[in-house]
């Protein structure tokens, strides 16, 4: 039985990974367990400890390779994450979930700017897993920040698609719509950026980011109840 | 073996000039820009506390102005200088570099009569006292300074020009909140700081670190207007930029934001919403920077905002900005929609993603490769010690980052690809931009905290074949006299393309007064519009090419 452990979603910047779901399958060492459990709770640090220790005994410990990737990816080092997922890929006949790895690897370089070999990490998960949404929005961040709006707008649609009606991913929903509004307003198209933000802050109202842009977008086309609702929900929600 | 190990490494090399087209030394590209720091006659070495740094005093460095003190025609080079925590009040001392040519300079300091030891950061360059000379203002930690040049030579006047905020001072700049044609004076000032009670260290991503900002007491900034004849009077409470929260400011431009005629006030704070004061005429301002989207960025995140570039980068003729940021987040593009409302569209110009590692400083749009669109030049280096790529996600010392312009958006050159300098690691904090040897480009002065200061000579004038123009503004109608605050549009052919001479700069400095232009292609005729501080407009014919003309009224 595959257990999945949904890693705490980000938020609408996307730093340091993806809201991936990680499976935990048991491992056969309860350390690596006990690691992803402190990763699922922003702890990865503590993660990081037990899966030092379980890598000094088992250099090619294929799971504990990828969890301490993303250990590192959640502390915000994604250069220090990188040489565990690039070991993990090296092994041969990893776990099931190693395909992953490249997923994981995408968003560590992705945010240390290294845009073409994220590309690369993300379209090779894709091959692994076609319906991968979340290797499809990041690279839709990509085509973003790329300039590339028309093939940026497919992705985030593909993601949608892909996780529609999935109520445990209705955050990562969110986002997609957030990036389909970024989309929007960079074509001037202000009522349809609203119209996205609008579900986005339907699908998960504690985005901040997303009220924030609500808030801006509703300013810009006069509608000022829904602007100053967006504002308070932005003030309600964001961290402090 | 030996011979099969040359044919690898030769195979190698193919293989690398296959993918970066530019081993042929005699083809360079033309963003090119060659670091002779060595060859400039004088060495100045940037002091700012210790090496490594313990406190947040440390860690900002210190600022460069490009300025003609003695009224040659050529740019001269002030550095404020730092100093250490047993002693604030004398360090090594300011220093003033006198240009011979040829980027060539000698040390001038001494003859100048500078003996300015504070603890100083940002400096702003203007005709305080409307003599027509530039004189130097500079924010310190302790008392500001201003520093009367009276031909070639400078008097300390703060005591009677009204000048002397005791905050820690952090960038200063020139601007005419009243159009009445003399320069006033905005300081931003950053947080309550004892060197003698230094704040316990703080934590940053799991790592010990030196404290601050955050739990150290942000300070209001000060708005000094000018009585006429260069002594100055606190309007910071009647002005209304005081009604704002005291606010922990590290830099600041000014120019008139909404083309209304009347001068503006962009503040950018550190880790705590930006200021936009818009002016309402009368000597009052109001803060709109939440209402015009230039407080946040779009995800509705106060950033820790350190450098301003100021540019057009889609062509509207209105100010864009670009502010720099810490690392673990980007940069941003703040696109200037209508005067009144700006929008992050930092991720589309490309210039998100790849500041990710980066804690960046100086910032400046330039046209570095003549090829008619500004490029933008980022300075970085983080500011903990600590900083490593396994720890906190950064290094300490940082490569710069150098955006080429390409069509709608900006492309990240390569390490090294622009000259060795791109590729090597700096503690960079502050820069200056301006043509120091006269050849029709734009060359840069960088500053490194307790590093030297850096010269990277262009000659893209020379090689890029390339029409260009530089304009000089000369209002003798006040004390203004280099129309800081001015807008200067170059229309050639069906292209458009506008500057601004605006107040402060990349960070904590001050580049050349004067608008430079690429044309490729130029057209026989062309024209310069421009927009006086005032927003009087005024128009002149481009007289010819690869020339400087100055414009007056």
């Given amino acids: 039985m595959v257990a999945l452990v949904v890693l705490a979603p980000i938020g609408c910047g996307e730093h340091a990974g993806s809201t991936a779901p990680l499976p935990a399958k048991d491992s056969g060492d309860p350390r690596v367990d006990r690691a992803l459990e402190l990763i699922a709770a922003s702890r990865p640090d503590e993660a990081n400890v037990l899966l030092e220790e379980v890598l000094d ?159 801006r977008v509703a300013t810009r086309l006069g509608r000022e109840r829904e602007a100053a609702d967006a504002l308070a929900a932005y003030e309600r929600w964001r961290p402090r | 073996m030996r011979g099969a190990l040359a044919a690898m490494l030769l195979a190698g090399v193919a293989l690398a000039c296959a993918t970066w087209t530019s081993c042929d030394a005699t083809a360079r590209p033309a963003l090119h820009l060659e670091d002779v720091t060595g060859t400039i006659g004088v060495g100045v070495t940037v002091v700012s506390g210790r090496a490594p740094s313990s406190e947040i005093l440390e860690v900002k460095g210190g600022g460069v102005a490009l300025i003609d003190f003695d009224s040659d025609g050529d740019l ?110 905005y300081t931003t000032n950053f947080v309550e700081f004892d060197p003698r009670r230094p704040p316990p260290r703080g934590r940053y991503m799991g790592v010990e670190v030196m404290a601050g900002p955050a739990g150290l007491a942000p300070v209001h900034d000060v708005l000094l207007e000018n009585l006429g004849d260069g002594r100055f009077r606190d309007v910071s409470e009647s002005s209304g930029c005081r009604a704002v929260p005291p606010s922990t400011g590290l830099n600041v431009v000014t120019l008139d934001i909404d083309g209304d005629g009347r001068q503006d006030i962009f503040v950018a704070n550190d880790s705590m919403p930006n200021f936009l004061f818009r002016n309402l005429g009368g000597g009052r301002f109001e803060e709109i920077g939440a209402r015009a989207g230039l407080a946040l960025n779009a995800d509705g995140a106060a950033q820790a905002s350190m450098g301003i570039a100021v540019g057009d980068v889609d062509g509207n003729g209105l100010a864009d900005f670009f502010t720099t940021n810490f690392s673990s987040d980007t940069n941003t593009l703040h696109v200037n929609l209508d005067g009144a409302t700006f929008e ?177 292609n130029p057209p026989a005729e062309a024209t310069i519009e421009i927009a006086w501080p005032d927003g009087k407009p005024q128009s002149a014919r481009v007289t010819g090419w690869n020339s400087r003309m100055t414009v007056s009224r």
């Fill in chain 2, 344 to 520: 992050d569209r930092t991720a589309p110009y490309g210039l998100g993603i790849a500041s990710g590692p980066f804690v960046g400083w100086a910032s400046a749009f330039a046209d570095l490769d003549h090829d008619g669109d500004e490029d933008l030049l980022v300075f970085n280096g983080h500011v903990y010690p600590e900083a490593a790529s396994g720890l906190l996600d950064a290094e300490y010392e940082e490569r710069p980052l150098l955006f080429e312009r390409r069509g709608p958006r900006f492309e990240l050159a390569r390490p090294g690809s622009a000259g060795a300098w791109l590729g090597a690691r700096y503690r960079a904090r502050s820069a200056a931009l301006g043509d120091l040897d006269g050849d029709g480009d734009v060359d840069v002065v960088f500053t490194e905290l307790n590093g030297p200061l850096h010269v990277l000579r262009n000659d893209a004038a020379s090689r890029a074949g390339s029409a260009w123009l530089i304009v000089d503004l000369e209002d003798r109608t006040g004390g203004n006299r280099r129309g800081i605050g001015s807008r200067v549009t170059l229309i050639a052919g069906e292209r458009r393309q506008t500057r601004w001479i605006h107040g402060g700069g990349p960070f904590q400095s001050a580049s050349w007064q004067a608008a430079h232009f690429a044309v490729p």
């Fill in chain 2, 76 to 185: 001269d080079v002030f550095v404020p200088n730092g100093a250490t925590l047993d002693d604030p009040e004398s360090g090594p001392g300011a220093r003033l570099l006198e240009n011979l040519g040829g980027l060539r300079f000698r040390d001038a300091t001494e003859a100048a009569g500078i003996r300015l030891r504070r603890w100083s950061f940002g400096v702003a360059v203007g005709d305080a006292d409307g003599d027509g000379l530039d004189d130097l203002a500079i924010a310190c930690f302790g008392p500001d300074v201003l520093l009367r040049n009276a031909g070639g030579r400078f008097e300390d006047v703060s005591a009677d020009a009204g000048i002397g905020s005791p905050a820690w001072g952090t960038s200063c700049a020139f601007v005419d909140i009243d159009s009445d044609g003399d320069l006033d004076l």
């Fill in chain 1, 57 to 215: 005994g088992s250099p090619r410990d294929a799971r504990a390779l990828l969890y301490a990737g993303v250990a590192q990816q959640r502390a915000q080092r994604p250069a220090a994450a990188i040489p565990y997922f690039e070991r993990a890929l090296a092994l041969e006949g990893g776990p099931p979930e190693i395909d992953q790895v490249h997923h994981f690897l995408g968003w560590s370089l992705l945010d240390l700017g290294r845009l073409e070999e994220a590309r690369r990490a993300f379209e090779r998960h894709l091959e692994l897993r076609p319906d991968a949404a979340d290797s499809h929005f990041a690279i839709g961040r990509i085509d973003l920040e790329e300039g590339a709006l028309d093939a940026a707008a497919v992705r985030f649609r593909r993601a949608i698609e892909l996780d529609a009606g999935n109520p445990r991913r209705r955050s990562q929903l969110a986002k997609c719509h957030v990036r389909l509004a970024d989309v929007a307003l960079l074509r001037d198209r202000l009522d349809e950026a609203l119209e996205e933000l609008q579900r986005a802050v339907e699908l998960d109202p504690r985005m901040h980011q997303a009220q924030y842009r609500l808030h």
